[in-house]
Each structure stands twice: as structure tokens, then as C-alpha cells.
């Protein structure tokens, strides 16, 4: 099984009302200098990068040209965000095969849609018809990919949702076809254990497994998705900030890695993706502005060393 790991590079991020834009621009050097840190002699790493269909100025892509950040085994994590207008607007499929010709071997895998089960401004399941966007986009991508001899994993994610009855997962069953599950290779988790809902001590990693179990099979499966189809957590991380400790956040990076690598075969896991690489803003009053390993001027916080330790120790060749 092939484990691997990546990062968010960028600065810029959306929370609940909208796009923060960091307080200070990106340095593509700075940014790549820390990119090969945390790689070391690890054969890859993913650097996740976003694009929004239609284009505008609402959702900016980010980081800007990210194919500067690859090379040296690094290749793309590729999520292509649909925003809509309509139930099936011309274009969106043809913008995912685009993006496929033009990223080719840069991409390593490709995301279609971000958290479709959020109805939130700035995530796609506030878009009508983004279920029948997500399953034509999957199918697109594959075809594509295929034709050109491209390599590319295809998938979707989905935010952790504490309801079981969430009623995405049975719609998205409903919808989707043999072409969709044919082309899916993969499912994907984002998840902030202890930030919106607080964890007790101690529990931390029984959390997290539990999320995943549950996730692996009682979640996925209502949408017909067995367990040959890899689960990858593609976006996990803790804030610092007022009350926050950087030395904390160290130690949940260590455990939450820990614990999503040791389930890796039982549950076939076969990624993580940290959130993000550096502060927007770490005088900023939100919790979003406080996502980085590195502080918004790129000096590091402990959980760098940790998360680039945890890289070169447990990605599985």
C-alpha cells in the first residue's frame, strides 16, 4: 500500500463568511525552501492547489502558479471547486478534461468539487446541482486521464459531518452509476478534531479513529462506495493562537498522523494532507488565520519539525 503525504502552500483561505487574504503575500522561494524541508528524502509529496469553475474573482485560484512548487517527487493535489450556476451548465466538464490535458503527470491527484456536503458560501454544497457535478466530473476526469495514459488518482471529499443521517451520502448512492464508481478512485476526509468541537483530554486519538471507522463503514457505504476505495484525509490541522498553543499543536499533528498511518491497512488509508503550510494572519482574530506550521513571515512553529519528521518517516514507498 503507498502512503503518502502533502500540504495547502498557499496563503490565502476561506472561512465561514468568506476569502482572508494573508497579511502578507506568498514567496515562492520561501514557500519551496519549505517544501523540500518537509519532504527531506520522503519520494513525494502532494501540494494541494485550487481551482474554481466558473472563474472569478469570488474564489481566486491558490496558490497562484503552483506548478513553480513541484518537482524533486512533489506533484499536485488537484482540486478542481464547481460553483455553478445551474443544474448542469455547459462547460464544467469540459473545464475538468482542461485541467487534466494542461496539469498531465504534475498531477498526481485530482479532487472534483470541495466538501459538496457543506452548504457554506464558500464551499460547493451551496451550488445547485452540484451532486450531478460531482459525478460527471469524477467520470470526466477518469476519461480523460485514460485516454491521455495519465496515472492521476480521481476522486471527491467530503467534510466530517457528526449527523448519521446526513441525507449526501444517500442522494449521492442514488445518483451516481457504474461509470461513477468504475472511475472513483478515491474518497476523501477533511476533518479538525478539537477546533470546532473540543475533544477531552486524552481522547484525541480514539476521536480520530472513531471518525474514520465510522466514516470507512457507515458513511461512504450508504453512497455504495465499498471498501476497495481508498480513503484519504485530505485536509486536517489545529490553530494556534489566544489560548492555543504552538506546542500543542505540535503534539496533535503527531498524534493525529500517528493515528490515520496506523489504521492505514486496516481501513485502506492511503494518504494525509496537512492545513496549511503558513499563517494568514497570526495577529488575526479568527481561528482561520491560524492554521500554519509556519507563522505568517515563514519562521516556523514546533509542528513544522514534526510534520516534516512525520514525512520522511512514514511515507510508504
Not at 476561506?14 to 502578507?24: C, N
Not at 455547459?90 to 470541495?114: K, M, P, S, Y
Not at 480523460?144 to 467534510?159: I, K, R, S, T
Not at 485502506?268 to 488565520?289: E, I, Q, V
Request: aromatic residues 8%; glycine residues 12%.
Amino acid at each position: 500500500m503507498t502512503f503518502t503525504f502533502g500540504v495547502y502552500p498557499g496563503g490565502l483561505l476561506g472561512d465561514e463568511t468568506g476569502v482572508i487574504t494573508p497579511v502578507r503575500p506568498d514567496d515562492p522561494a520561501r514557500i519551496t525552501a519549505a517544501l523540500r524541508e518537509l519532504q527531506g528524502a520522503a519520494p513525494a509529496l502532494l501540494v494541494r492547489a485550487y481551482r474554481s469553475y466558473p472563474p472569478g474573482p469570488a474564489l481566486p485560484p491558490t496558490p497562484a502558479e503552483p506548478e513553480r512548487y513541484l518537482g524533486e517527487g512533489r506533484r499536485l493535489d488537484l482540486v478542481l471547486q464547481y460553483r455553478g450556476p445551474g443544474d448542469r451548465p455547459d462547460g464544467w466538464t469540459d473545464f475538468v478534461r482542461h485541467a487534466v490535458r494542461t496539469g498531465g503527470e504534475r498531477i498526481g491527484t485530482l479532487q472534483i468539487c470541495e466538501e459538496p456536503n457543506v452548504d457554506s458560501p464558500v464551499l460547493d454544497g451551496s451550488a445547485p446541482g452540484v451532486l450531478r457535478a460531482l459525478t460527471d466530473g469524477v467520470v470526466a476526469a477518469k476519461e480523460e486521464a485514460l485516454a491521455l495514459g495519465l496515472g492521476l488518482a480521481v476522486g471527491f471529499n467530503a467534510a466530517f459531518s457528526p449527523d448519521p443521517a446526513e441525507p449526501f451520502w444517500s442522494a449521492l448512492g442514488e445518483l451516481a452509476d457504474e461509470r461513477f464508481h468504475r472511475a472513483l478512485d478515491y474518497v476523501g476526509l477533511d476533518f479538525f478534531p478539537d477546533v470546532f468541537r473540543p475533544v477531552p483530554a486524552g481522547q484525541l486519538g480514539a476521536a480520530v479513529t472513531a471518525v474514520l471507522t465510522g466514516f470507512r463503514r457507515e458513511v461512504v457505504v450508504r453512497a455504495g462506495i465499498g471498501a476497495a476505495v481508498p480513503i484519504r484525509v485530505c485536509e486536517h490541522g489545529w490553530p494556534t493562537g489566544p489560548d492555543r498553543a504552538e506546542q500543542r499543536q505540535a503534539e496533535v499533528v503527531e498524534e493525529v498522523v500517528r493515528t490515520v498511518a496506523g489504521l492505514a491497512a486496516e481501513l485502506n488509508l492511503t494518504g494525509y494532507g496537512h492545513f496549511g503550510l503558513r499563517d494568514a494572519d497570526s495577529a488575526g482574530p479568527g481561528l482561520f488565520h491560524h492554521f500554519g506550521l509556519l507563522r505568517d513571515d515563514y519562521t516556523p512553529k514546533p509542528a513544522f519539525a514534526v510534520y516534516g519528521r512525520l514525512v520522511r518517516e512514514l511515507t510508504a514507498p
